[in-house]
């Protein structure tokens, strides 16, 4: 990604090159989201030219959150973050037609297994809990073909979210996430001394999933271990079904954690499994 001065209007803009052939991942893909939010309103950058390999957009003319949020005062992150709060009630309002992996041209991808041919009446199932489950032991999966991981701690893992499972069994409509929301993707001005929300960006992690795991990174973020900043999370949004929050953080991290590991870094995997087991262990008790 890179930013460009050119000599005419808006004189500067930003290059993406894609880098990622995944349909569910590439720029064909980013570019349907971009302008589904457009459509609806959210404040994502406009797409000034457009190919399979490079993507042209304006450069939001704001601060990233993540660049101040130390510098403002406790008001003005309360304030913000209500800001926050109604951002993600208004992507959230965007329903798609099933649960699974957003692909250019708007496609979800939903892997099914064989089906044998109809001969009785189909039992009823969670579409998302279905969905989310196979997500997460995918991950559990690419764990434990390390030996070094504990048999222990991956049992401990599953056994706490198939637990829990009522607690995320979402029943609502499939919803389109940013999935990848947090300060670093935020865009804000101060107009007439108040600071407003000017745009957002990155939106290769957009799934059609359950609300509530779009609040992940916020929770990563520590949003809702501040009483007033949770308050005014749910304030700009609604109630949130923190629970589910907090079971979606721990897979998430399990899936950092393997991540991290494939790629050499052992302290920074055994660290995350470390404070993973801690969650747990207080959870379960």
Not at 192 to 213: L, M, R, T, V
Request: charged share 35%; proline share 3%; aromatic share 10%.
């Amino acid at each position: 990604m890179y930013l460009v001065k050119i000599n005419k209007f808006p004189e500067e803009v930003i290059i993406r090159f894609s880098n990622n052939t995944k349909k569910d991942s590439n720029l064909s893909k980013e570019k349907y989201i971009i302008e589904t939010l457009r459509k609806n309103k959210i404040p994502a950058p406009k797409i000034l030219g457009f190919s399979e390999d490079y993507m042209i957009i304006e450069k939001i003319q704001g601060e990233k959150l993540d660049n101040i949020w130390n510098n403002l005062t406790k008001q003005e992150k309360i304030s913000i973050t209500e800001k926050i709060g109604k951002l993600a009630k208004d992507i959230h309002k965007i329903k798609l037609s099933k649960f699974g992996k957003i692909e250019e041209r708007g496609n979800i991808k939903s892997d099914e297994a064989f089906k044998f041919r109809k001969t009785g009446k189909k039992s009823r199932y969670s579409s998302w809990l279905r969905e989310f489950l196979k997500m997460y032991t995918d991950d559990l999966a690419r764990l434990a073909s390390y030996p070094l991981i504990s048999r222990k701690f991956l049992a401990k893992a599953m056994n706490y979210t198939l637990i829990n499972s009522d607690t995320i069994n979402y029943k609502g409509k499939p919803t389109l996430i940013h999935g990848d929301l947090f300060p670093g993707h935020i865009f804000v001005r101060k107009i007439n001394g108040k600071y407003k929300i000017i745009g957002i960006i990155d939106f290769e992690f957009a799934q059609s999933h359950a609300p509530e795991y779009d609040f992940i990174k916020l929770h990563r973020n520590r949003f809702f271990d501040i009483p007033e900043l949770k308050q005014a999370l749910e304030k700009g949004y609604g109630k949130i079904n923190i629970e589910a929050v907090e079971i979606y953080r721990i897979t998430r991290d399990l899936g950092f954690a393997w991540a991290v590991l494939e790629s050499g870094n052992k302290k920074l995997s055994n660290k995350t499994i470390k404070d993973i087991e801690k969650r747990l262990d207080k959870k379960i008790t």
